[in-house]
């Protein structure tokens, strides 16, 4: 096989495969240059580097967020509890009223909306943006995190979850 030559995938086996991978479920915000709020749902997100603190997030570039994210100079991460489903689907899709419920407060200045009792949140200044195929790869760095307590809410093949009641360590001992 040529460098030139492309690997070709069952693209079906691909997504069935990655619906495997359990992460945890974000909502990440911005505001444009009039003031208006902007965010969406993620599962691709995660910590990147402690020095500098940062942390990476995926956003599609088919929606609507998407030019808005392109321009921010900051953006906040609400890390969902359990009982945020509704938010997440909400953020989740085209078209909804996505800020409606007052279930979103201001964090840092100039505040960014972030969601009232998320799991954590965190206030990030955009130091990165890259091509990621049919996503555009956000690289923000920290500056606030803020941890709360509670479930998280967990996306694992094709639908919302909670972790076990109990925790199991590697060992299999509790």
């Known amino acids: 096989m040529t460098a030139q030559a492309s690997i070709e995938l069952d693209t079906v086996a691909f997504r069935e495969t990655m619906s495997r991978f359990a992460s945890g479920v974000t909502i990440v915000t911005t505001v444009d ?15 990147l580097s402690m020095d500098p603190p940062l942390v990476l997030v995926c956003l599609d570039k088919r929606a609507d967020c998407h030019p808005v994210f392109l321009r921010a100079e900051r953006f906040a991460v609400s890390i969902l509890r359990l009982h945020h489903r509704e938010l997440a ?8 009223d996505k800020f409606a419920g007052g279930l979103f407060r201001g964090f840092g200045a100039p505040p960014l909306p972030v969601v009232l009792d998320a799991l954590g949140v965190v206030l990030c200044r955009t130091h990165a943006r890259y ?10 760095e920290v500056e606030e995190a803020v941890a709360g307590e509670g479930k998280p809410l967990v996306y694992h093949n094709r639908g919302f979850r ?3 009641p109990q925790s199991v360590s590697l060992t299999g001992r509790r």
């Open 33 to 47: 240059e009039a003031g208006v709020s902007w965010g969406f749902t993620a599962s691709a997100f995660c910590s």
């Open 89 to 96: 689907v909400r953020f989740a899709t085209k078209g909804a």
């Open 131 to 140: 091509d990621g195929g049919d996503h555009t790869i956000l690289i923000g």
């Open 162 to 164: 909670s972790l076990l």
